[in-house]
């Protein structure tokens, strides 16, 4: 049922991504020698900043020292950036030629007169290279990504993909003069459905002085087989999600300790703030797996990807309600699974449908042999440069509903936190002190009922429903309920 899990770390002196490429992806990229040749000899020209493609410190610095050597012949910039970009574009999309034999600027610069018949806009090429090098990103990706787990019907193969790929996340702290502070990520692990990608740092930017924080997945511009991108050079970036730490309050901290308190934001993370001085301590994205490729690398820096038109799956006989459906759901923390299980046949009359959504009984208070057991002392794993520890009774639910045909429904990776409960008075009376799980988002609602046995020392879960938005079961099947 589980599929296991991995742990990756960052490299030393290596951008914290997953490995090397095994391939350029399609089967295309740009051959070292001219990345390198356009970086060292037009670096002010070839990395200048477009939509969706970000720069380090470091790449900004070389821009500088290259506009200084190109302002005496700025009349040729434009036309030698187009010819650059020609270049990368002809080998990279183009059959094999060897058109393109160029030493020198005085020769490109005679050679520009050569390209007038063209007549393109200025930066058309780097667009149009930008544009086939996403196309190409999908076209492999879809590839590697075709096989499905039966349990789950996610991919299998998502660290290849991962690997294939050099996808990488960063956080963008914004503060409120707009200035913006690049963090790349220092950790992550595979779990069955989700990544969980870490940041923490001794050199946080003053909580006070911030505004938001972009979530994105960056990924190279210029790919090779034979090396490994570095963090200097240009990368595309994709927003994931976008947040405000001004909304950081008591009503979103799901917990604390001694040492840190934790809040949670939609969706999906978690922003720890030490007690003491009131500042950042770390951060923690969790990424369900589900269209994770697309999010992570087809949106643009200030666009999230934009998921296809849903067609409506036609109900041949709505009377029925909602009919085998499957629920694969995974509770875990630090790399340790507290619950991993997957339940067939899940089904809901049209009778079950109140307040707007329909109710699916996985697991049900009035059936022992359903009850199932959290392994392993449940807590919140969370760890800094200095630090780290574990909050209790909190974890990770990764949720992913399939519908009759199998096709992802409902998925979610989110922090979700245990609360006692008066004793209920009615229903059956359990031994033990009562507690409840509850997450709520646009698509529906998940509450889950435990109980503590202290003679074993571990939760049972007694009771487990989902409640469906109506609005998005008509959505998904053209139905009127």
């Not at 160029?102 to 544009?131: F, M, Q, R």
């Not at 946080?204 to 997945?217: E, F, I, K, N």
Request: proline share 6%; aromatic share 10%.
């Amino acid at each position: 049922m589980a599929t296991g899990r991995g742990r990756f770390h960052p490299q030393p002196q290596r951008s914290p991504r997953l490995g090397a490429l095994s391939r350029p992806l399609g089967g295309v990229g740009v051959p070292t020698r001219i990345a390198v040749e356009a970086a060292t000899c037009f670096g002010a020209t070839l990395f200048r900043k477009g939509p969706g493609v970000k720069f380090t410190a470091d790449s900004l610095k070389q821009y500088a020292r290259y506009q200084k050597q190109c302002q005496k012949s700025s009349k040729y910039s434009v036309p030698l950036d187009s010819l650059i970009w020609i270049r990368i574009y002809s080998t990279s999309f183009s059959p094999k030629r060897s058109i393109w034999r160029v030493n020198s600027v005085e020769k490109i610069a005679v050679s520009v007169s050569l390209l007038s018949v063209e007549d393109k806009e200025t930066g058309y090429w780097k667009k149009e290279y930008i544009a086939k090098q996403i196309a190409s990103v999908k076209a492999a990706l879809a590839q590697i990504l075709k096989p499905v787990n039966p349990y789950t019907g996610l991919p299998v193969k998502i660290k290849e993909a991962l690997r294939v790929s050099g996808l990488g996340w960063v956080i963008i702290l914004k503060d409120k003069s707009e200035k913006e502070y690049i963090m790349e990520h220092v950790d992550l692990s595979i779990n069955d459905a989700s990544v969980t990608v870490v940041w923490y740092s001794k050199n946080w930017p003053r909580l006070a002085t911030l505004s938001t924080m972009d979530l994105c997945g960056v990924t190279p511009v210029f790919m090779d087989q034979h090396k490994v991108p570095t963090k200097n050079g240009p990368r595309w970036h994709s927003l994931i999600a976008k947040y405000s730490l001004s909304s950081l309050s008591e009503s979103t901290m799901i917990g604390c300790d001694g040492l840190i308190r934790i809040f949670c934001l939609h969706p999906g993370l978690l922003v720890g703030l030490w007690k003491r001085e009131e500042e950042l301590a770390f951060v923690m994205a969790n990424l369900h797996f589900h269209q994770l490729m697309e999010r992570s690398t087809l949106g643009s820096a200030t666009m999230p990807y934009e998921l296809p038109p849903h067609s409506p799956c036609l109900d041949d006989d709505p009377e029925y309600g909602l009919q085998s459906y499957q629920l694969h759901v995974d509770m875990h923390s630090g790399g340790i699974s507290y619950l991993c299980g997957t339940f067939h046949n899940l089904f809901s009359k049209k009778d079950y449908i109140e307040n707007g959504y329909v109710k699916l009984i996985v697991i049900s208070s009035k059936n022992n042999t359903q009850h199932l057991p959290l392994i392993g002392k449940v807590g919140l794993c969370w760890r800094t440069d200095i630090f780290e520890g574990c909050l209790k009774s909190c974890c990770v639910m990764d949720l992913t509903l399939l519908d009759e045909s199998g096709k992802p429904f409902w998925c979610f990776s989110s922090p979700v936190c245990m609360r006692s409960s008066p004793r209920p008075s009615e229903g059956p009376n359990f031994l033990g002190q009562e507690y409840y799980v509850d997450y709520l988002d646009s698509v529906g609602k998940v509450h889950v009922e435990l109980v503590w046995i202290e003679e074993t020392e571990e939760y049972f879960i007694v009771d487990l429903a989902l409640y469906l938005s109506v609005a998005k079961v008509n959505h998904w099947f053209g139905t009127k309920y």
